[in-house]
Nanobody, 122 residues
């Protein structure tokens, strides 16, 4: 079983919103920086957003800046990715990851979920 588990993916239309969740029953997420990454068909996995353990620092890929918001609720041991104004190019498998000091660099994330599919249709 993966240390973190994503949920909330689905099929939506262009312009819709969707919120992904990432939770763990094995890790204390507040001890980690948490990141979201995505992999579209035929492409490498890419950085989407990350949030520091304390929740004060966030960073986003240029492609999602202004549309996506990452947040965390340490009391619920959960991290969220609110996605607004979805576009077809947002279609991908979205992965949650936990690590330290990684920011957008996947190599610094030690724990990964199995991913959740997001499909944005015209």
């Amino acid at each position: 079983q993966a240390e973190v588990v994503e949920s909330g993916g689905g099929l939506v239309q262009v312009g819709d919103s969707l919120t992904l969740s990432c939770a763990s029953s094995r890790l204390t997420c507040s001890n980690y920086d948490m990141g979201w990454f995505r992999q579209a068909p035929g492409q490498d996995r890419k950085f989407v957003a990350y949030i520091t353990g304390g929740g004060r620092g966030t960073s986003y890929a240029d492609s999602v800046k202004g549309r996506f918001t990452i947040s965390r609720d340490n009391a619920k041991n959960t991290v969220y990715l609110q996605m607004n104004s979805l576009k077809p190019e947002d279609t991908a498998v979205y992965y949650c990851a936990a690590g330290s000091g990684g920011g957008s660099d996947q190599r610094f994330y030690a724990y990964w979920g199995q991913g959740t599919q997001v499909t944005v249709s015209l």
